[in-house]
């Protein structure tokens, strides 16, 4: 990933990942709770990773209204469309951005090209925003079943002021930063109540 100006605020994504994730979550629950679920609002996604991520609300915090807060998203992909997300086409969300009361999230989308895998550009990029000095939260949501170890090692010598967060669908082992649960911003974004699931 190249050098460039990062915002305070960073949420990276294995885009691919979480799409299958999301599948599975649409499958499994339709079967358990007995309604069609709709594809995940991705605005309403990005929001809970990043409350999840310890973002506040702009009214919660002292932020000058001539200062808008912003994170900045990445999506790596290699499939074209993130099937289960709305709207999940790469070509529409790249350079896209939307206002919440988290402030303004800008999209872009990175797609993954022969020369590297996932697993490289993820990592990597991990490295350079764990590094970048104006970057101060950081969420990422890697493949935890295939990389965590690798994540672990990427951000060991990340920058100590940076408060990190990484997104996984179960507890994982080791690492010097935060970790929360994947699957519950998942659910909310696909409208998945609580009460639904508690028999």
């Known amino acids: 990933m190249e050098a460039q100006k990062w915002c305070d605020n960073v949420i990276l994504v294995d885009a691919d990942y979480v799409d299958k994730v999301a599948f599975d979550l649409i499958v499994n629950f339709e079967?358990?709770?007995?309604?069609?679920?709709?594809?995940?609002?991705?605005?309403?996604?990005?929001?809970?990773i990043a409350l999840d991520g310890g973002l506040l609300p702009i009214g919660k915090q002292h932020v000058?209204?001539?200062?808008?807060?912003?994170t900045q998203?990445?999506?790596?992909?290699?499939q074209q469309a993130m099937k289960n997300f709305q709207p999940g086409r790469f070509e529409e969300l790249d350079g896209q951005a939307f206002s919440g009361e988290l402030g303004?999230?800008?999209?872009?989308?990175v797609k993954v090209?022969?020369?590297?895998?996932?697993?490289?550009?993820?990592?990597?990029?991990?490295?350079?925003?764990?590094?970048?000095?104006?970057?101060?939260?950081?969420?990422?949501?890697p493949d935890s079943d295939h990389i965590y170890n690798k994540v672990r090692e990427a951000l060991r010598y990340a920058n100590p002021d940076q408060h990190i967060?990484?997104?996984?669908?179960?507890?994982?082992?080791?690492?010097?930063?935060?970790?929360?649960?994947?699957g519950y911003s998942l659910m909310a974004a696909l409208g998945i109540k609580a009460e639904e699931i508690k028999e």
Do not use: Y
Not at 64 to 70: G, I, Y
Not at 73 to 78: P, Q
């Open 31 to 48: 079967r358990m709770i007995g309604r069609q679920i709709p594809q995940a609002d991705m605005a309403l996604w990005l929001e809970c």
């Open 64 to 70: 000058a209204s001539d200062n808008k807060q912003k």
């Open 73 to 78: 998203v990445v999506l790596l992909h290699k």
């Open 104 to 109: 303004e999230m800008l999209i872009s989308c």
């Open 113 to 141: 090209e022969e020369v590297t895998t996932m697993e490289q550009l993820f990592t990597e990029s991990l490295q350079v925003i764990g590094n970048a000095k104006e970057v101060k939260r950081l969420m990422a949501v």
């Open 165 to 182: 967060t990484i997104f996984n669908m179960q507890p994982m082992s080791g690492g010097s930063f935060r970790q929360e649960i994947l």
